[in-house]
């Protein structure tokens, strides 16, 4: 069946990756169970995976709204939901407003202080898809916007967000930040055409590579750094080390002139990282 002819709850989950959700969540759940320092308790747990969702799919229909007509022009993307018709723009504006109402719900269940924060996000997601049109920074916003995910569940659960939860925003940020960079070869030739801006297109491939490298090498540093101000064991230094050896591999696969495995870098890499550091966090603080 292909997406066009598909049931309307499936082409919207087609157009919002419900599935890529598991890139930032993890990181949240890191947030809360370190703000804990150990189990943050079923109704943050559940309230937070409700707020990822509703926010990571408010972010997505606004980005398929506002790039709506350049992903029209650029073979890669025509296909998608918009520029296909299998979505009309009513219906994506629908899904934003119901995503929005999602995250709300969840907001207002957990700590007083992120009543009052809920506006940053909105309007970082907002901006995102607008950036690339003026400059080749965008990809450090949206490592800005996944970042929020460690930070705001710290804050979620405690009530305040100290230096280690900000030093892990930073390491989300540098990651999203240095994927995003491989993620950008894909369109160079249409961005170039279309005079938008990316790194590839400011750097092109070679900076591209040489820019992730110092993005993730710079990641790496910062989940240490958390590591050295927080009172953890040696379960989270694995997930540490473990996080290294999996950024390495990305990018030991995907390599100039030779992108075949781009796919396999940015989403199955990525996802397992987020992951397999969530996991070893959890066990840090809940059996070490």
């Not at 419900?18 to 949240?28: C, G, K």
């Not at 700590?111 to 506006?119: C, S």
Request: charged share 15%; net charge neutral; with cysteine.
């Amino acid at each position: 069946m292909s997406v066009a002819t598909a049931p309307l709850p499936r082409r919207l989950a087609s157009l919002v990756r419900i599935e890529h959700t598991v890139f930032a969540l993890p990181f949240a759940y890191v947030g809360a169970f370190l703000a804990a320092d150990g189990w943050p308790g079923a109704g943050d747990i559940f309230w937070i995976a409700v707020a990822m969702v509703g926010a990571r799919t408010l972010a997505m229909a606004l980005n398929r709204l506002v790039d709506a007509e350049l992903d029209a022009r650029n073979p890669r993307t025509a296909t998608r939901e918009l520029p296909s018709g299998a979505l009309t723009r009513v219906q994506v504006l629908a899904l934003s407003g119901t995503a929005l109402a999602v995250f709300l719900v969840a907001v207002f269940q957990l700590d007083p202080v992120v009543r009052w924060l809920w506006p940053v996000p909105v309007v970082m997601f907002v901006v995102y898809p607008y950036l690339k049109r003026f400059t080749w920074l965008c990809h450090l916003w949206l490592g800005a916007c996944l970042a929020l995910a460690p930070i705001g569940a710290w804050l979620a659960v405690s009530g305040t967000a100290p230096w280690e939860a900000w030093a892990i925003g930073g390491a989300v940020l540098l990651w999203v930040a240095g994927f995003d960079l491989f993620y950008s070869l894909f369109d160079l030739e249409h961005d170039r055409r279309e005079g938008l801006q990316s790194w590839a297109v400011r750097f092109g491939e070679r900076g591209v590579f040489l820019g992730a490298r110092a993005f993730h090498v710079g990641a790496v540093v910062l989940l240490a750094v958390a590591g050295a101000g927080l009172d953890v064991d040696v379960l989270y230094w694995l997930g540490v080390a473990a996080t290294a050896v999996l950024l390495a591999y990305e990018h030991a696969i995907v390599r100039p002139s030779d992108l075949r495995r781009l796919d396999a870098a940015f989403f199955t890499v990525n996802g397992v990282i987020s992951v397999v550091y969530c996991v070893f966090v959890a066990l840090d603080v809940l059996v070490g």
